[in-house]
């Protein structure tokens, strides 16, 4: 008996098969060329019929798995299994957003090769990246039927690998837009901005010490709004450009010292 999602996926693939003659024949294809897939003719635009056929093909495809497994009914499994009832189902999972990083890296992929080298390099990075956590998060949600016992064996594993490395990236990159602010703002200015800083990172951190009863969440979020200020800040000395250097004297040498214009 044919199954209901093998009627689905066969009524698909017959729809593209048709697609794929017409397709066909409004290209330049011969009377029997389409349909008898280039054996007895031309098929016309061979991209278009090739790309459309190629579809058709997996979608027969997924339909003979649906019929063989049955459309995954569970009296079916328990009858190949020899069981009296079908083995419990893998628990429910959460929607990821792995697919969404991905598609950030393969975005930054693109543009790198026609913009810059290092954005191309950004973007192998974070597939590498989506790469390994996606494996291990889709590794973690079969380990057993229980979410907590499953999203502790994830973090046992990945967290002594993603705490010294996002830590490194993330200290790496804050260094780099405090950077690019102390060589946008003026001398006597990136003092001040240095010395600013220092207060209310000092400050802060008095601040909290102080308060050891205060939650986890409140500390991650005031340390995300320091983040993405700092982030931000970066950013935009980064798009205004560093000061201007002049040096001493007309030539050039290497005993002539820098000196850097205050504006």
Not at 45 to 65: P, T
Not at 179 to 194: E, I, K, P
Not at 196 to 202: D, E, K, P, Q
Request: net charge negative; charged share 15%.
């Amino acid at each position: 008996m044919l199954t209901t999602g093998f009627k689905l996926w066969f009524g698909l693939c017959m729809a593209a098969v048709m697609a794929a003659v017409f397709a066909g024949y409004t290209s330049g294809g011969t009377e029997t060329g389409p349909v008898s897939v280039g054996w007895k003719g031309g098929i016309g635009n061979h991209v278009s019929y090739i790309i459309i056929l190629s579809a058709a093909a997996g979608l027969a495809l997924v339909g003979l798995i649906a019929v063989a497994f049955r459309d995954a009914d569970a009296e079916a499994q328990a009858e190949v299994l020899g069981l009296d009832e079908a083995p419990e189902a893998q628990a429910v999972v959460g929607n990821s957003l792995w697919p969404i990083f991905g598609a950030l890296g393969i975005g930054a992929l693109a543009v790198g090769l026609v913009v810059h080298p290092a954005i191309f390099v950004t973007g192998l990075c974070i597939l590498v990246a989506v790469a390994i956590e996606w494996t291990m998060t889709n590794w973690s949600e079969k380990v057993s039927g229980d979410a907590e016992a499953n999203a502790a064996a994830r973090e046992n594993l990945m967290r002594p690998i993603e705490i010294p490395v996002l830590g490194t990236i993330g200290i790496g990159v804050l260094v780099l837009a405090v950077s690019r602010v102390l060589l946008t703002a003026s001398v006597n200015g990136a003092v001040v901005v240095a010395t600013i800083a220092g207060l209310v990172v000092f400050g802060g951190a008095m601040a909290i010490s102080k308060r050891p009863e205060m939650p986890r969440r409140a500390i991650r979020s005031i340390l995300f709004v320091g983040c993405v200020a700092v982030l931000l800040a970066g950013i935009l000395s980064a798009v205004n450009g560093e000061r201007e250097f002049h040096q001493i004297g007309g030539g050039v040498s290497d005993d002539d010292a820098q000196v850097e214009t205050d504006h």
